[in-house]
Each structure stands twice: as structure tokens, then as C-alpha cells.
Nanobody, 117 residues
């Protein structure tokens, strides 16, 4: 299993970025996908998640109304659209996949998002 994130970068406060997670095999291999983030000196936190079959989503309170997680047009992509970015959104963002068996969990290498004030 491989998860590869892309789309991170430097953006000004109030700007937008879209992160992409490409999976191998396709996301239908997994029960759910999620995006986590970890800022310097802080614990990794769950940002958003999506069940791959129902497309039911959930979000951390800090990003509700600003971030959207979705399946991409292809069967191997999950997106995180981020709008109205704030400096406190600065972190390394990680793609996460959970399989249908307990303990079946995978992580990407992460992509840096930096929001300047």
C-alpha cells in the first residue's frame, strides 16, 4: 500500500490550497480515508475523514466550513480542499487510510502547508 500526498505549499492567510492523496491500490480497498496534521511541537490531530463507500464525512471543529474532504474523480484519489486558511493551519498534513480489518492502517509521508500572516 502506498499513499502519496501532494499539493502543499506556502500561501497567505485567507488563501486556498487543495491537497491530494493518491493511493495504491484504489481507495475502495479501504473503509475510510482521512487527513491528519501535525504542527511543530504539537500532537498529530484529525482534520477530516470520509467513508469511502458512503462518502460520509466528518471534520474537526477548527476546520468546519473551511475544509472539504472528498473523493477525487479517479478511484485512487482523496482531496482536501482548504479555504480561508489561517496561520494556525500551518502543519505537515498526512493522508491516512483504514482498511476493513482491525489494525489495518496506513500513512503517507506528509506534505507541508505553511500559511503566512
Amino acid at each position: 500500500v502506498h499513499l502519496v500526498e501532494s499539493g502543499g505549499g506556502l500561501v497567505q492567510s485567507g488563501g486556498s490550497l487543495t491537497l491530494s492523496c493518491t493511493t495504491s491500490p484504489s481507495i475502495t480497498r479501504f473503509k475510510s480515508m482521512a487527513w491528519y496534521r501535525q504542527a511543530p511541537g504539537k500532537q498529530r490531530e484529525l482534520v477530516a475523514s470520509i467513508f469511502t463507500l458512503s462518502c460520509t464525512t466528518s471534520y474537526a471543529d477548527s476546520v468546519k466550513g473551511r475544509f472539504t474532504i472528498s473523493r477525487g474523480y479517479s478511484e485512487d484519489t482523496v482531496l482536501l480542499q482548504m479555504k480561508i486558511l489561517r496561520p494556525e493551519d500551518t502543519a505537515v498534513y498526512y493522508c491516512n487510510a483504514n482498511g476493513f480489518l482491525r489494525g489495518d492502517e496506513f500513512w503517507g509521508q506528509g506534505t507541508q502547508v505553511t500559511v503566512s500572516s
